[in-house]
């Protein structure tokens, strides 16, 4: 391919146990391309684990899988054209700072889908945080713990919102 002057890609694979992977391991395989890119490892409850490798810039609009670990606010605003983001944590809750900064970091964000059962430890209202999702569409809160519904329906300004996917049974409770 004596034609191809850039290669963009990003690659998520799910690793089954994968306790014993380092992230320099990854990273390693990758040292001989002359590109930049970025690696991301986690680890989730059930032995699982995923890699993401992508090469920098990123020029990618959807991220899956991204809990609380990913990196996803950093000072280069790496993934500011991300518009698709599915957030996914079996160990920590998402919390309203973290909401608040992704609504920042991810100006173009048109969908959002939530998968996270745990309770969130650091409630807090309105008043103290403003978070406006400025372009976000579509919403999905099927398989979350009620305070996700709670926060997004009733404390985070969604202006733009079309589309909400969310179980019957938490909707009636709010």
Known sequence: MPRLRQFNYHIRSILKNASHITIDQIRQSFRKQQQPFGCVLDHFNNNYGQCQIYSLPFIGTRLDFVSNRFPLFDINKTFSNVTILLLFDDIKPFESVFFERVAQTLPRL??????????????????????????????????????????FLCQIHLPSLIELAINQDILLTI
């Open 110 to 151: 048109r969908t959002l889908e939530i998968i996270n059962q745990l309770e969130q430890q650091e409630k807090t209202t309105v008043k103290k945080i403003s978070i406006d999702f400025a372009h976000l569409a579509v919403l999905i809160l099927y398989d979350i713990h009620m305070d996700y519904a709670q926060q």
